[in-house]
């Protein structure tokens, strides 16, 4: 390959990327007005939908979490059981205290993970709400 020919690949190159880069400018420019004029809706959008994930996540960490105690609860009951069952029987329920247990540490995860959404939904809520200022007054 010549001197030549690598400047002119090299050429269109960059005209390419120019004019990709001006398609992309022309886009977010156009997003971003349609974001402008539309705030309010957009602004009140967002807000529904965190607060109903808000109440979504909310609510199954809830459900989760009294899994999580029903079976802890569970775990320790046959654990407590072992004591007082005849010694053909102590094996059974240590396979079920074991398996309570597992459940209770798999709904104690879940537990966590729904924490963790629903926080995550606050902050989102809590940010909305601090930019609702500035929606209303716009200054440009």
């Known amino acids: 390959m010549t001197k030549n020919n690598f400047f002119k690949k090299m050429s269109c190159l960059k005209k390419m990327m120019v004019l990709t880069y001006n398609k992309v400018k022309n886009k977010l420019l156009i997003l971003i007005g349609v974001l402008d004029t539309r705030r309010i809706e957009i602004f009140l959008i967002s807000l529904?939908?965190?607060?109903?994930?808000?109440?979504?996540?909310?609510?199954?960490?809830?459900?989760?979490?009294?899994?999580?105690?029903?079976?802890?609860?569970?775990?320790?009951e046959n654990k407590a059981l072992i004591d007082l069952v005849p010694k053909e029987q102590v094996e059974t329920y240590r396979d079920l205290t074991d398996t309570w247990i597992q459940a209770s540490e798999y709904f104690r995860g879940r537990t966590r993970i729904w924490s963790y959404a629903s926080i995550?939904?606050?902050?989102?809520?809590?940010?909305?709400?601090?930019?609702?200022?500035?929606l209303i007054f716009k200054t440009r």
């Open 120 to 134: 995550c939904c606050m902050w989102s809520l809590l940010f909305l709400l601090a930019t609702f200022p500035f």
């Open 48 to 76: 529904a939908v965190v607060s109903y994930g808000i109440t979504i996540y909310t609510s199954a960490r809830v459900s989760e979490s009294n899994f999580y105690f029903q079976a802890s609860l569970k775990a320790y």
